[in-house]
């Protein structure tokens, strides 16, 4: 963790690596008020301070923002993989895709309009199975 700040040009601070850490061992998105309470137990801090530097890191490119929920941003570690996602709107839980499902229309899309298309992005939310059995048993 300590080399990726380094390449990204940021000082190295104790919460800054706990935050990355945290994020990285995560398999579902995260908001920062709930990384606070990860962090807060490692480490005295405060969330103004969980604020400042998921912002710094996710303008390096080292964490994204996954989706917005109710106004919540959530975010993830960057794994640079180009990557669609199921995100489940009541657990949070993050679950990457294993292929693109669009690249055969993108092709097509550039046959149609004569675009050369760069990127895209697609995600999908919705319950996942345990949020799902949930739901059905109120
Ligand atoms: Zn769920
Ligand atoms: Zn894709």
């Not at 199921?86 to 839980?93: A, G, H, P, S, T």
């Amino acid at each position: 963790m300590e080399q990726l700040l380094k390449e990204n040009n940021l000082k190295i601070t104790d919460v800054r690596i706990i935050i990355l850490e945290e994020i990285y061992n995560l398999n579902s998105s995260i908001n920062a008020e709930e990384l606070y309470n990860l962090v807060v137990k490692r480490k005295k801090t405060n969330l103004s301070t969980i604020y400042r530097n998921l912002k710094l890191l996710t303008d390096s490119n080292l964490v994204v923002k996954v989706t917005e929920i109710n106004g919540e941003i959530y975010y993830r570690y960057n794994n640079q993989e180009h990557t669609h996602h199921l995100i489940c709107v009541n657990c949070k839980q993050v679950l990457p895709l294993d292929s693109c499902p669009l690249h055969s229309l993108e092709s097509s899309l550039e046959k149609d309009t004569g675009y050369e298309i760069l990127s895209h992005s697609l995600e999908f939310r919705g319950l996942c199975p345990k949020c799902k059995e949930k739901t059905h048993l109120k």
